[in-house]
Protein backbone atom coordinates (compact mmCIF):
# COMPACT_ATOMS: atom_id res chain seq x y z
CA UNK A 1 0.00 0.00 0.00
CA UNK A 2 1.56 3.33 -0.78
CA UNK A 3 0.98 6.89 -1.13
CA UNK A 4 2.09 9.22 -3.67
CA UNK A 5 1.91 12.94 -2.82
CA UNK A 6 2.81 15.20 -5.17
CA UNK A 7 1.80 19.53 -5.87
CA UNK A 8 4.68 21.02 -3.96
CA UNK A 9 6.53 24.11 -4.89
CA UNK A 10 7.73 27.60 -4.32
CA UNK A 11 4.92 30.29 -4.25
CA UNK A 12 4.68 33.85 -2.97
CA UNK A 13 2.32 34.81 -0.41
CA UNK A 14 -1.37 34.94 -1.19
CA UNK A 15 -0.58 32.73 -3.87
CA UNK A 16 -2.21 28.87 -4.66
CA UNK A 17 -1.24 25.09 -5.03
CA UNK A 18 -2.72 22.23 -5.18
CA UNK A 19 -1.22 19.30 -3.96
CA UNK A 20 -2.30 15.68 -4.78
CA UNK A 21 -2.41 12.21 -2.80
CA UNK A 22 -2.66 8.98 -5.06
CA UNK A 23 -3.03 5.83 -3.32
CA UNK A 24 -2.06 2.67 -4.82
CA UNK A 25 -5.20 0.51 -4.04
CA UNK A 26 -8.91 0.19 -3.53
CA UNK A 27 -9.35 -0.81 -0.35
CA UNK A 28 -8.63 3.18 0.46
CA UNK A 29 -12.27 3.48 0.13
CA UNK A 30 -13.13 2.47 3.66
CA UNK A 31 -10.23 4.75 4.95
CA UNK A 32 -9.80 8.42 6.26
CA UNK A 33 -7.57 10.23 4.38
CA UNK A 34 -5.48 13.43 5.21
CA UNK A 35 -3.17 15.96 5.39
CA UNK A 36 -0.70 16.49 7.92
CA UNK A 37 2.84 19.37 7.42
CA UNK A 38 5.97 19.89 9.43
CA UNK A 39 7.48 23.02 9.19
CA UNK A 40 11.82 23.19 10.14
CA UNK A 41 12.15 22.75 13.92
CA UNK A 42 8.47 21.68 14.60
CA UNK A 43 6.45 18.58 15.41
CA UNK A 44 4.36 17.42 12.70
CA UNK A 45 0.48 18.97 12.90
CA UNK A 46 -3.12 18.33 11.30
CA UNK A 47 -3.97 20.18 8.87
CA UNK A 48 -7.31 18.18 7.32
CA UNK A 49 -8.88 14.71 6.80
CA UNK A 50 -11.80 13.76 4.69
CA UNK A 51 -13.71 10.59 4.87
CA UNK A 52 -13.47 8.20 1.93
CA UNK A 53 -17.30 7.04 1.97
CA UNK A 54 -19.15 10.16 3.42
CA UNK A 55 -17.66 13.07 2.71
CA UNK A 56 -17.23 13.82 6.09
CA UNK A 57 -14.08 17.61 6.32
CA UNK A 58 -12.27 18.33 9.37
CA UNK A 59 -9.62 20.92 8.86
CA UNK A 60 -7.09 22.82 11.45
CA UNK A 61 -8.55 26.25 12.23
CA UNK A 62 -5.88 28.21 11.14
CA UNK A 63 -6.35 26.73 7.35
CA UNK A 64 -10.19 27.16 7.50
CA UNK A 65 -11.41 28.94 4.24
CA UNK A 66 -8.52 28.80 2.75
CA UNK A 67 -7.58 25.14 2.41
CA UNK A 68 -9.91 22.61 0.72
CA UNK A 69 -9.71 19.12 0.95
CA UNK A 70 -11.33 16.83 -1.57
CA UNK A 71 -10.93 13.68 -3.36
CA UNK A 72 -11.79 11.76 -6.61
CA UNK A 73 -12.86 8.48 -5.99
CA UNK A 74 -12.36 7.18 -9.69
CA UNK A 75 -8.59 7.95 -9.42
CA UNK A 76 -8.38 6.59 -5.95
CA UNK A 77 -6.69 10.60 -5.33
CA UNK A 78 -6.89 13.08 -2.55
CA UNK A 79 -6.42 16.77 -3.27
CA UNK A 80 -5.03 19.99 -1.02
CA UNK A 81 -6.25 23.20 -2.85
CA UNK A 82 -3.94 25.61 -0.79
CA UNK A 83 -5.14 29.47 -1.25
CA UNK A 84 -4.03 32.47 0.16
CA UNK A 85 -1.28 30.98 1.46
CA UNK A 86 1.17 32.34 4.01
CA UNK A 87 4.82 31.91 4.83
CA UNK A 88 3.54 30.08 7.94
CA UNK A 89 2.36 27.34 5.68
CA UNK A 90 5.92 26.61 4.58
CA UNK A 91 6.02 23.13 5.59
CA UNK A 92 6.41 19.66 4.18
CA UNK A 93 3.70 18.15 4.08
CA UNK A 94 2.32 14.86 4.25
CA UNK A 95 -0.75 12.66 3.16
CA UNK A 96 -1.80 9.56 5.16
CA UNK A 97 -4.65 6.84 5.08
CA UNK A 98 -6.01 5.50 8.49
CA UNK A 99 -9.02 3.51 9.92
CA UNK A 100 -11.07 6.42 11.52
CA UNK A 101 -11.27 10.83 11.12
CA UNK A 102 -9.41 11.96 13.96
CA UNK A 103 -6.71 14.99 13.99
CA UNK A 104 -4.12 12.75 15.81
CA UNK A 105 -1.19 11.32 14.02
CA UNK A 106 -1.23 7.63 15.91
CA UNK A 107 -4.04 6.14 13.99
CA UNK A 108 -2.78 6.65 11.20
CA UNK A 109 -1.26 3.37 9.38
CA UNK A 110 0.21 5.00 5.90
CA UNK A 111 2.01 7.79 5.09
CA UNK A 112 3.30 9.68 2.13
CA UNK A 113 6.78 10.82 1.32
CA UNK A 114 6.07 14.28 1.95
CA UNK A 115 5.79 17.54 -0.59
CA UNK A 116 7.42 20.52 0.15
CA UNK A 117 5.67 23.70 -0.18
CA UNK A 118 7.47 27.12 0.30
CA UNK A 119 6.36 30.48 0.72
CA UNK A 120 7.47 33.23 0.36
CA UNK A 121 7.00 36.88 2.06
Known amino acids: VQLQASGGGLVQAGGSLRLSCAASERTFSSYAMAWFRQAPGKEREFVAV????????YYKNSVKGRFTISRDNAKNTIYLQMNSLKPEDTAVYYC???????????????WGQGTLVTVSS
Open 96 to 110: AAGPIITDAIAPYNY
Open 50 to 57: ISWSDNRL
